[in-house]
């Protein structure tokens, strides 16, 4: 159900509560059990003033749901976590507001666009009045925030814009939460503000060990074969932050002002900072689906630099459960990493995804290597990611359910399977920014 601001009626109500499906779930329990007493056309005394009871019943639950409110969730990793949400805690109400920019895609969501407990609202987390009417008439007890400007190469071109999008946009996010919440009898109890963000603001490790060395830990996302760490160190949730790109800057500025609104006005808040994600539904401006896409039309791969700089990877939909799971068990006021400990170098990656499209497209393997192109590395380049989610695995038992190259057999598969959404992304607009990108490198 679509819904656009400010029209959109207040939920729950009287009204919605009918509208959303309530009349059917009470028939379903009601008329098979009048028909056993008294048949289909009376109402057995026995039953009388059921249905109003059944109905109150229904009604005060439904207005005691959580109402969630999930930020760019027409994104990436957004429409993950929405449809996780949504099929899996179908007495909560979801809220999906997106201001639907380039990656922002309702295609994404096309299997739960008809659920009753799901309404998406197009609209900007910059908008002050809207985020304050949107608490209000939802009456909102629970925000997931995504949304945001999130491409380093965007940022290098535009930097404006994601200090805009992250830093103000969450912070107008924010105060809404705030002025709603306070203004409630029970304040913020039972409430929850939960900002996910990004390992890049912890700046870059040294590559020390570029051969690799044999990895102290592991999950279950790790690579039976090319397993590897490239360095001692790993990004834990005390590293200090040392941002390196615009993009990087603006969402440590963001996890910032989430933290002081705990530690000023007691807002119950939690923040996550995850390492690199693929898998379905990924706008193709990001390596893996990039790579997937013109590895299957001949074209070039631009790869920077020598393609060393090493990525620790996380399949999408593991990340959906563990915001899943951070959201509903995570301590108030921590922060906590989320990741695969799973580092590839980026040259190693492309060609476990030649070597997967061309297997799957029925080629000789390794047929299209000669589609690497190396390019100049952009500005600011940090070398090695690699994230420690030893914390997350211990306080709350979440480990990823792939490894590296089953995740990758299963985006190909999904890319390959879905061209058509493909190419309804990669078409007008996105073509214009691919051209500009990499046409000079």
């Not at 192109?373 to 070398?383: A, E, I, P």
């Not at 690699?386 to 590296?404: M, N």
């Amino acid at each position: 159900m679509v819904f656009t601001p400010p029209s959109v009626p207040p939920f729950p109500g009287d009204r919605n509560l009918r509208n959303r499906g309530c009349n059917r779930t009470l028939l379903a329990c009601s008329e098979p059990l009048r028909s056993k007493v008294s048949g289909p056309s009376e109402v057995s005394p026995v039953f009388a003033g059921w249905d109003r009871k059944v109905e109150g019943f229904l009604k005060n639950k439904l207005v005691s749901m959580h109402n969630i409110l999930i930020t760019g969730g027409a994104g990436f990793i957004g429409s993950h976590v929405v449809r996780l949400f949504v099929n899996k805690y179908p007495e909560y109400h979801i809220i999906n507001l997106d201001k639907l920019t380039y990656a922002g895609n309702l295609a994404n969501l096309k299997d739960i666009e008809d659920k009753p407990n799901y309404t998406f609202v197009k609209g900007d987390i910059c908008d002050f009045d809207l985020m304050l009417k949107l608490m209000q008439d939802y009456k909102v007890d629970g925000i997931i925030h995504l949304a945001a400007e999130s491409h380093v190469d965007r940022s290098i071109k535009d930097p404006f814009t994601f200090a805009h999008t992250n830093v103000m946009g969450t912070l107008s996010l924010l105060q809404a939460a705030k002025i709603y919440w306070e203004s409630l009898p029970e304040g913020y109890e039972g409430k929850r503000f939960y900002h996910i963000s990004t390992d890049e603001v912890y700046g870059a490790l040294q590559m020390t060990h570029p051969e690799g060395i044999p990895a102290p830990f592991t999950t279950k996302a790790s690579s039976d074969k090319n397993h590897e760490a490239y360095g001692e160190e790993f990004f834990l949730e005390t590293t200090k932050y040392n941002p390196h790109s615009p993009y990087s800057a603006s969402k440590a500025s963001s996890d910032h002002f989430v933290r002081a609104f705990h530690d000023t006005y007691g807002m119950p808040t939690i923040v996550t900072n995850c390492s690199n994600n693929y898998g379905p539904y990924q706008f193709p401006e990001k390596l893996i689906p990039l790579f997937i896409n013109n590895i299957r039309h001949r074209k070039p791969l631009p790869v920077y630099g020598k393609g060393e700089n090493v990525r620790d990877w996380l399949y999408v939909v593991d990340h959906a459960r563990a915001i899943d799971m951070i959201f509903h068990k995570g301590k108030i006021a921590e922060t906590y990493n989320i990741g695969g400990f799973n580092e590839w170098k980026n040259i190693d990656i492309i060609k476990v995804v030649i070597k997967t499209v061309d297997r799957l497209l029925g080629r000789p393997e390794g047929a299209d290597l000669d589609l690497i192109t190396y390019v100049t590395d952009r500005k600011g380049h940090d070398m090695r990611y690699a994230i420690d989610s030893r914390k997350l695995q211990k306080e709350l038992g979440w480990e990823p359910s792939l490894q590296f190259e089953e995740g990758i057999e299963e985006m190909v598969k999904w890319y390959l399977d879905n061209q058509e959404w493909m190419d309804h992304v990669t078409s007008g607009e996105y073509q214009k920014y691919y051209e500009n990108m990499y046409k000079d490198r």
